[in-house]
């Protein structure tokens, strides 16, 4: 201690918790109250040695900046069994891999209902003992290059929203909107379900994509820009991104198809989710752009099973490092209740990878009554998120917050050094197979699957 410092007035900053903040308060002695916290339990060590990589900071600038400049665009709508090489009894499901054993409930319903839509099965009982005994094989939709929300489930089927990175040139891949209720992607098999799959298979799929090739590809970026400045957070509210969409395609979904064009227009006009399938294709067009960096520790993929939660980091390949799925805590829907709750589900958190979703929450103040609490809870909702992540989108702006750029780029590093997670907000599934979404809320990721890729880097 110098005597200049003796002579001088003290002057304190306080860290951690309050207790020491609150006294002096109370005292009314001038002090600095930093929001500090610990890193997550056990990754200290493996954070000293990440953060003192040489190759860190560029790493990261370079993921980032693919992501954010990436540019997707609808450019087609085309069968899964075309696209993605999909042969027959193979089927598509969300988040890390997992078998029928490990299954939850709507992944296991969302099954059946592929196997009977495919003709595999005269039944749910037959179905069932089908994906049983192994006779479907089953892999993630990430590997693939496709995003499927909720359960996720892609037949061969199945018809695919394609978009195109027309700065970087990736093309990813996600399967149509099929509205809200008893849907399969909530994991529900009813017959009702199965007729609008073939639906969509015969007149929605064929009508889209002859209606992409008049009108030429879709600016989604633009869109989801304009979209977000009209109250959207583009993961549970795609009102505005929806009726942008249908003012664009309508057009030439009537000189398309005169025959099929009201039927159409009627389908996608009521259902205020129908954009979120191609937004979750941009997502994982632009997230795959910043992929493969060595040394970066951005995230570039944060996906759910209804069983594990799991994320995948740009320098570290097509690792999962994973940990159990939450329980959203939200709305209800009827006489639903957390009892009816399955676990987190669904590849649809490609929305918050790329600084949307719960990232983009204070540019979406209607969204709060949906998945509970209130503005200012949104508001700080997106503020926190800027704390885990490595830059603001140039283009994704959020007007309450005077046009900033959304949080973009989640940075392992950053998650353990503060302990502060994701917000994800999402649909809530029916434990039960067959049940269907029963509510909406927000969720958190499991820690220890930042805690598991941050020793992966530390180990590389």
Known sequence: MTLSMLQSEARVITAGTAVLAEALTRQAVPHLAVDWRPP???????????????????????????????RPRLTGVRPAAEVLGLPPRTFLHAGPPIDW???????????????????LAADAAEAERLLVSGGVTLDSCHHHRAVGPMAGVVSPSMWMFEVTDEE???????????????????????????ERLRW??????????AALALSGPVDLRSLIAQALQMGDELHNRNRAATSLFVREIAPAIVDASPRYASEVLRFVNGNDHFFLNAGMAAGKVSADAARDVPGS???????????????????????WFTGPAGVPDGLYLGAYGPQDANPDIGDST?????????FAMAAAPAIVRFVGGDVSDAITATRSMYEITLAEHPAYQIPGLGF???????????VARTGVLPVVNTGIAGRVAGTGQVGAGLVSPPAEAFAAALAALADE
């Open 200 to 209: 969509m298979g015969e007149v929605l799929g064929p009508v889209l994509a």
């Open 350 to 358: 490609i929305t918050e990878t790329g600084g949307l979703g719960g």
């Open 40 to 70: 997550l339990a056990g990754t200290a060590p493996a954070l000293a040695k990440v953060l003192a990589d040489p190759r860190r900071e560029q790493a990261n600038a370079t993921a980032v900046g693919r992501m954010t400049s990436s």
């Open 404 to 414: 900033r750029g959304t949080p973009t780029g989640i940075d392992v590093t950053l």
């Open 297 to 319: 520790s951005m995230v570039v993929a944060m996906a759910r099973n209804g069983t594990d939660f799991g994320i995948q980091v740009s320098g570290l390949g097509d690792r």
């Open 168 to 194: 970087h040139g990736g093309t990813a891949y996600c399967s149509l909107n099929e509205g809200l209720g008893k849907v399969l992607r909530y994991g529900a098999y009813g017959p009702e379900v199965v």
């Open 101 to 119: 054993e490990r299954a939850s409930g709507p992944m296991r319903g969302a099954l059946i209902g592929a196997a009977l839509f495919e003709g």
